[in-house]
T-cell receptor, first 114, second 111 residues
Framework: DVKVTQSSRYLVKRTGEKVFLECVQD?????MFWYRQDPGLGLRLIYF???????EKGDIPEGYSVSREKKERFSLILESASTNQTSMYLC?????????????FGDGTRLSIL | AQRVTQPEKLLSVFKGAPVELKCNYS??????LFWYVQYSRQRLQLLLR??SRESIKGFTADLNKGETSFHLKKPFAQEEDSAMYYC?????????????FGQGTILTVHP
């Protein structure tokens, strides 16, 4: 069974801090994704990565960056946290190759910026 | 660009009643459609995908390319079906497996 692990379930930070959200998957998946989940807006893609050191912007990348130094780990960075980044953040991974493979999700990190 | 619309934010039914969660999409190519479900305090998980054409937990969904819809249906709702449901679309080509999600529908099944 695929396991996607997010380092924190709940996180509270202050405005202006640099925040790191970590995600690890154990199934050797090539693709990894970061979403934020907000009521009434669904899931919106922030960034994704299809290989080590490769990254692509999603629909709402402003204020965020990512890092993928190893295949199993994908980090989301809030460069200078702001209150409008208070949200639930979900990490996901999927296989690449032929066929369109479903994504597998972590438990999420509920981030509050004060 | 693709878009997924779930017109109902909230849907309430009584146990044993039929339920239909609506999903409409816009995409010029041949899409792959998914339904994901998130039960209370659990992670988002795949419920079903149109290419599998299978029934999961009594739910089915048929891709209607003419109406660009992928509605989720169950003939007899159960209380344990109460959850948040998301419809999602995966484009073809080099999409790297990206999903475009709808806004989600909260289903409540009353006893």
């Amino acid at each position: 069974d695929v396991k996607v692990t997010q380092s924190s379930r709940y996180l509270v930070k202050r405005t202006g801090e640099k925040v790191f959200l970590e995600c690890v998957q154990d199934m050797d998946h090539e693709n990894m994704f970061w979403y934020r989940q907000d009521p009434g807006l669904g899931l919106r893609l922030i960034y994704f990565s299809y290989d080590v050191k490769m990254k692509e912007k999603g629909d709402i990348p402003e204020g965020y960056s990512v890092s993928r130094e190893k295949k199993e780990r994908f980090s989301l960075i809030l460069e200078s946290a702001s209150t409008n980044q208070t949200s639930m953040y979900l990490c996901a991974s999927s296989l690449s190759g032929g066929g369109r493979q479903p994504q597998h999700f972590g438990d999420g990190t509920r981030l509050s910026i004060l | 660009a693709q878009r997924v619309t779930q017109p109902e934010k909230l849907l309430s039914v009584f146990k044993g009643a039929p339920v239909e969660l609506k999903c409409n999409y816009s995409y010029s190519g041949s899409p792959e459609l998914f339904w994901y479900v998130q039960y209370s305090r659990q992670r988002l998980q795949l419920l079903l995908r149109h290419i599998s054409r299978e029934s999961i937990k009594g739910f089915t969904a048929d891709l209607n390319k003419g109406e660009t819809s992928f509605h989720l249906k169950k003939p007899f709702a159960q209380e344990e079906d109460s959850a948040m449901y998301y419809c999602a679309l995966m484009a073809g080509g080099t999409s790297y497996g990206k999903l475009t999600f709808g806004q989600g529908t909260i289903l409540t099944v009353h006893p």
